[in-house]
């Protein structure tokens, strides 16, 4: 019988580890050529890994979710010496090492004199050991004290394969050192939380005791940010006709309507035509679930006059025309000034704007409103010098742009979808028909 390795083949230049997703093969089952063993997934793609002999698989060196490096050994196979596939097969993929391997095992056998504590894949230690390495010490019986005086050759002095079997080579003309078992379980170090930092005061300052909703708000905030992996994405955006429009239009929309029009009805109604050309944006993440929202909610978040922020939600935005956008928007925005919004104006939201332009910011980079995955930030509108292209020839002229500032969890929302869901809100901003009706 001979021993075949199966290792995490190389799938691609950027790709450098991969997580075992599934075992479809386990210890003591047959495994013909080109059979698929396990099922791997990477940060790009899902892929399997097919056996390239046959045998019987007789060790797995990795569990499931356990993450792999490109050219490590996942598996052990055994095969038929007399097998003309796996004959070959062996002599192309598996080294010489092999053979030293099984040597050193029966001689380790034979000279060990003393028993000593094999070393356990969970032990606690400071050195770094790969599974291949404890999955060696395991087979031979060397134990953690052993292990861990062993000089390493590879990097940052961490031990290789190699390293343990020069040390197998030599072990037996030296005597093993002999660890005790404990006679009680080790009770865990007990961490301290780091202690706060100690402020200074003079008779000049002033301390302020945080309400209920900036505690409350502190708390979102540190939360989301333990939550979310945090990604931002910037874009400028031309809003020269939603200018020139708003300003046609504000006064006979307020004699008609009787509510002013501000832009952020007008940008509320580009985001949510954004969310439905994109839906896995419109969605909320529950542990390792991720749930796709079936309404378009907006999120408005608003200042109150005590600096605290509150963020009311406009329920299902993409069925409003800009009217009636401008209705819900001043409707809330009003409300939460004085503070008579309703529990449930708050509740259910699938994505949130927040208007950071309004005090004078030309971009921010906001937090995620849990459990959603995105939020965007509208920069303040400035006039600047802009290369203007004509069928003529480009010219310098005067625009009024703006940034749109994208922060997205990165868990769920990768850099193609969230740079792709901004632009396609600044296309829709820039397209904004000047002589569009109300």
Same mark, same amino acid.
Request: hydrophobic letters at 40%; aromatic letters at 6%; glycine letters at 8%.
């Given at each position: 019988m001979a021993r075949f390795e199966l290792k995490l083949p190389k799938m691609g230049e950027s790709v450098a580890e991969a997580t075992i997703t599934n075992w479809l093969k386990q210890v003591g089952d047959k495994i013909e050529v080109d059979e698929v063993v396990l099922e791997i997934a990477t940060d790009k $793609?899902?892929? &399997?890994?097919?056996?390239? *002999?046959?045998?019987v698989l007789v060790e797995q060196l990795f569990a499931k979710d356990d993450m792999v490096q490109v050219g490590q050994t996942i598996a052990i196979i055994e095969t038929e010496v007399d097998s003309?596939?796996?004959? !070959?097969? !062996? &002599?192309?993929v598996v080294p010489v090492e092999v053979d030293v391997i099984?040597?050193?095992? &029966?001689?380790?056998? &034979?000279?060990?004199?003393?028993?000593?504590?094999?070393?356990?894949?969970?032990?606690d230690t400071e050195k770094f050991f790969s599974p291949l390495v404890k999955n060696i010490a395991k087979e031979e019986g060397i134990s953690l004290a052993e292990l861990e005086?062993?000089? @390493?050759?590879? /990097?940052?002095?961490? *031990?290789?394969?190699?390293?343990?079997?020069?040390?197998? /080579?030599?072990?037996?003309?030296?005597?093993?050192?002999e660890v005790q078992a404990p006679k009680s379980v080790a009770q865990p170090p007990v961490i301290s939380s780091p202690q706060p930092v100690t402020?200074?005061?003079n008779g000049g300052d002033e301390i302020i005791e945080m309400d209920r909703m900036r505690k409350l708000i502190a708390g979102y905030m540190v939360a989301s940010m333990q939550t979310s992996a945090h990604v931002q994405s910037f874009i400028e955006v031309d809003v020269t006709n939603i200018v020139k429009w708003r300003d046609k239009v504000k006064t006979i929309f307020e004699k008609r309507e009787g509510e002013k029009l501000t832009y952020t009805p007008i940008f509320m109604e580009a985001v949510a035509k954004a969310l439905k050309d994109f839906p896995m944006m419109n969605i909320s993440v529950d542990g390792e679930t991720i749930i796709k929202r079936k309404n378009i909610n907006l999120g408005m978040a608003a200042a109150l006059p005590n600096g605290n922020l509150i963020v009311p939600v406009i329920k299902n935005a993409d069925q409003l025309n800009l009217v009636g956008m401008a209705k819900a928007v001043n409707d809330l925005g009003g409300r939460a000034k004085l503070g008579k919004l309703k529990p449930d104006d708050t509740q259910g939201g699938t994505y949130t704007?927040?208007?950071?332009?309004?005090?004078?910011?030309?971009?921010g980079t906001p937090i995620i409103n849990q459990p959603q995955v995105g939020i965007l930030a509208l920069g303040a509108i400035r /006039? $600047?010098?802009?290369?203007?292209?004509?069928p003529e020839g480009d010219f310098i002229g005067i625009r009024q742009k703006m940034f749109l500032s994208h922060s997205y969890d990165h868990r769920v929302v990768d850099?193609? #979808?969230? @740079?792709?869901? *901004? /632009?396609? *809100?600044? %296309?829709? #901003? %820039?397209?904004?028909?000047?002589?569009?009706? #109300?």
């Open positions: $793609v899902d892929s &399997e890994i097919p056996s390239e *002999v046959s045998g003309v596939v796996a004959t !070959q097969k !062996q &002599e192309v099984e040597k050193t095992i &029966e001689v380790a056998k &034979e000279t060990l004199a003393s028993p000593t504590i094999p070393i356990a894949i969970g032990t005086n062993i000089s @390493g050759s590879g /990097k940052d002095g961490r *031990v290789t394969k190699e390293d343990v079997l020069n040390y197998i /080579k030599t072990r037996s003309a030296v005597a093993p050192i402020i200074s005061l704007v927040t208007n950071v332009g309004t005090f004078g910011s030309v971009f /006039k $600047v010098p802009a290369v203007i292209e004509t850099g193609a #979808l969230g @740079g792709s869901f *901004v /632009k396609r *809100v600044a %296309e829709y #901003l %820039e397209a904004f028909d000047v002589d569009r009706n #109300l």
